[in-house]
């Protein structure tokens, strides 16, 4: 390690600090990373190795903190001592990488499985691993999983849909992270039209309408194979002149 530069030098000492991984396996992870830390520490934890790294006598106490987890103190009591609010969406994240079936609960499995995929056994390393996992919120590709994963992690258990209020609360949440301009008119459109609760197809399409039709729809396909609730949410939009001559107005903005 005396060969690197002092700047690269840091960054091995504070990935091996982290992660507890030995200084080869930080040079490896930060040279494939091109020396980005967060990007090393993507490499690292999506290696098969990573269970070694943690001690399950540790993980066992951290749980045994948690273990009321079915109810809601022990998810109060975790955000608490990870100084998140239970409605921050990076406990979504979390929830994703415990794979958890049920919004606010953990089982042991899943509590286990999702912190030794993240090399966590302390809490220490849980509030080391947070700014990471909001950091993944950015990436295309684990926000499209992470958005779908929602949808069974937030519906009732038993139910095929979910319900229109928890949908909505879902979608304010994670499109303020995404930032798409038409969801305050989206759940307008369905709390003034539809009532009802929501489908996995339709669940699913929004993301891909949000993300390739622009707020003007004026690449909008009318033939294309939307569901029929978000053609209608074409209507609603050009009928209540939120689109208007092919130029998106947000009043919401202007008042």
Request: aromatic share 14%.
């Given at each position: ?51 070694s790294y943690t ?185 209540n002149g939120i ?13």
């Amino acid at each position: 390690m005396h060969k690197l530069g002092r700047g690269h030098r840091d960054k091995v000492q504070q990935f091996m600090t982290i992660t507890g991984a030995s200084e080869k396996i930080a040079l490896q992870a930060l040279k494939a990373s091109d020396w980005h830390l967060e990007g090393a520490f993507d490499f690292f934890y999506s290696q098969p190795h990573i269970k070694s790294y943690t001690d399950t006598t540790r993980l066992e106490e951290l749980y045994n903190r948690y273990k009321d987890m079915i109810l809601a103190d022990g998810i109060t009591l975790l955000c608490n001592d990870l100084q998140v609010d239970p409605q921050d969406i990076v406990m979504l994240v979390v929830s994703w990488h415990m794979r958890a079936s049920t919004m606010c609960e953990y089982s042991k499995e899943e509590f286990f499985t999702g912190l030794q995929a993240l090399g966590i056994d302390s809490m220490e390393k849980f509030l080391e691993r947070i700014s990471f996992m909001r950091s993944e919120l950015k990436d295309e590709q684990k926000f499209r999983e992470i958005y779908n994963f929602a949808f069974g992690w937030a519906k009732e258990k038993g139910q095929k849909s979910l319900a229109l209020d928890t949908a909505i609360g879902m979608w304010q949440l994670l499109f303020a992270e995404k930032q798409w301009p038409l969801v305050d008119h989206w759940c307008q459109f369905l709390e003034a039209r539809h009532n009802k609760a929501i489908s996995r197809d339709t669940w699913s399409q929004l993301l891909e309408f949000a993300r390739t039709v622009d707020p003007a729809l004026s690449n909008y396909d009318a033939e294309g194979a939307w569901p029929y609730l978000i053609d209608e949410f074409v209507e609603y939009l050009n009928e209540n002149g939120i689109i208007q001559n092919g130029q998106f107005s947000d009043w919401t903005q202007k008042r």
